[in-house]
């Protein structure tokens, strides 16, 4: 035993030092648990995350019951991505020690990590109120709360924190986002950009390039993207904020002159495949999403980007089996299901009519006058009034199917508006109806998930101007999409080209054969037209001069 300790003790102060080739000289012969937990230690942190992997699964066979080891093969899981690992290692290592602060916060990144806010807000919680001084359990809680959409008390508790000194990047970009949501867009900016210039990221650039090109600040947006194209570490980002600006021919420059100084991620190859279809290079498009699946065959926007390549090209029999495993995978995933329906349609297969019954599944609803109105013409008005102080971009979001307009900063069912909320209680007759007109059944995706019962995930405002648009595009997460029409321009009841018209069924990129939109409605105050999430739906541009606002919403089942 003096021996081993010996060697836990040397091999401990090489790590300690970063001397891991000295480190592995005193543990790797030694079979005790403690050294095969170091050792993986080790591992982890010269960069062979595989052979660390292999050593903590070993010390977690050799002691079930020490929570350090679940703790870091959980921590390690969740770095490579293998979250149902690192969910059930974190896990375990509260049940063995339900006050280990470092398994809490792992798992409460975790949770966040995946989007799961209400589990996040149902740990958080307790942990801060046992610990309501730990900055990072009280960061954790805020983040939790403002994408459950509280956002008015997220911003509080962000506010405390920095008023208490923690001005951390991390804690300013989500002070930021939250004053994005409060359309305080100026104290916004002083948080974004704070926290950018303390700590560059994706995020950050993001952000900050988003909300200067929705006030329209042109030099401001070229400056932080000319800057940040000179980051390799920001390259990728970079490009693909070009790209969503309406240049893909920018974001290409921009990765390779990105890559003449540094080694890309795959992501690179990704957005460069995004970029080629922007500019109807099928061709390089589907080569450049080759090349990046090599590295990460499982990456769900490069497969989608190659799906595109190949139907643009009218390789339909090609992208089925890519289709049908991904359908598999996912069942629910608007967009595979998108893909398989123009597949569908280039083989010209009966299964398309079935899949896609438009009359069957796009109808338009009256909508019911909300309670406390006379008739629907004085409640869109009351609507168009309380809608209007959140439309105060210049233009639309870049990564949003809209051009030519704007998009409300935050999910509308969060604001303590009377009049916003009468419409989404407005919306539950014809939900309801839609569910019983579509009906229920196992031989369809959308009738699939009918179960009766519904919840909106998400609700926003649109307000189209002169030119304004939709791309063509689909709702990935919803189930049930929607239009409501709250003020339509003129021209939308009689132009012979569908100015303002909703299409459905075309997608967003040409075909070989193509593939036209196969059903028009003409927009009209006061309709609520609902449809399935997977199908392709855009709008013709509407006359200058023009204003068309709507307030769509996704649903999903309950």
Known sequence: MQQINQALT??????????????????????????????????????????????????????????????????????????????????????????????????????????????????????????????????????????LGRTEEAADLFDALIREGNEQAEIRFMRGRARLELNEVDAALEDLVASHVAQPSNFTLRALASTYWMQRNERAFLDLLEHSARVPELAVTTAEIFRQSGDPQKALDVLAGAREVARLPAEGWSVA?????????????????????????????????????????????????IIRRMRESEPDGQHWIAYEATALRLMGSERYRELVDLDRFVRPYELPVPDGFETIEDFNAAFLEALEPWHQYETHPLDQSLRDGSQTPRDLTTIDDPVIQAFYRALDVPIRQYMADVGSGDDHPLTARNTGDYRIAGAWSVRLHGGGRHVNHVHPEGWISSA???????????????????????????????????????????????????????????????????????????
Not at 290 to 318: F, H, V, Y
Not at 517 to 529: D, S
Request: with cysteine; aromatic share 6%; net charge negative.
């Open 484 to 558: 409501y029409y709250v003020a339509v321009p003129d021209e939308a009841r009689t132009d012979a080209e569908h100015a303002g018209c909703i299409k459905f069924a075309e997608p967003p990129f040409a075909t070989v054969p193509p593939t036209p939109p196969e059903k028009w409605i003409r927009p009209r105050a006061g309709v609520l037209v609902l449809f399935p999430s997977f199908l392709w739906h855009g709008t013709q541009p509407i006359h200058d001069g023009s204003v068309r606002v709507t307030a769509p919403f996704d649903a999903v089942p309950a």
């Open 273 to 321: 495949a995004t970029a080629h279809v922007d500019l109807g290079e099928a061709r390089e498009a589907e080569a450049a999403a080759r090349a990046c699946l090599d590295d990460n065959p499982a990456d769900r926007l490069i497969i989608g980007s190659l799906l595109t390549s190949l139907l643009m090209q009218g390789k339909a029999e090609e992208a089925m089996p």
């Open 10 to 147: 040397a091999g401990y102060a090489a790590f300690q030092r970063g001397a891991f080739d000295e480190a592995r000289r005193h543990l790797e012969d030694i079979d005790h648990v403690k050294a095969i937990h170091l050792l993986g230690l080790v591992e982890k942190n010269a960069g062979d995350t595989a052979a660390a992997a292999r050593l903590f699964e070993r010390a977690a066979e050799l002691d079930p019951q020490d929570p350090e080891i679940a703790n870091n093969r959980a921590a390690l899981a969740r770095q490579n991505g293998d979250v149902a690992l690192a969910e059930s290692e974190f896990r375990r290592a509260l049940a063995i020690n339900p006050t280990f602060r470092q398994a809490s916060t792992g798992l409460g990144r975790l949770l966040i990590d995946t989007e799961r806010w209400q589990e996040a807000l149902e740990l958080y919680e307790p942990l801060v109120a046992a610990d309501s001084g730990d900055v990072v359990l009280r960061y954790g809680l805020a983040t939790a709360i403002l994408n």
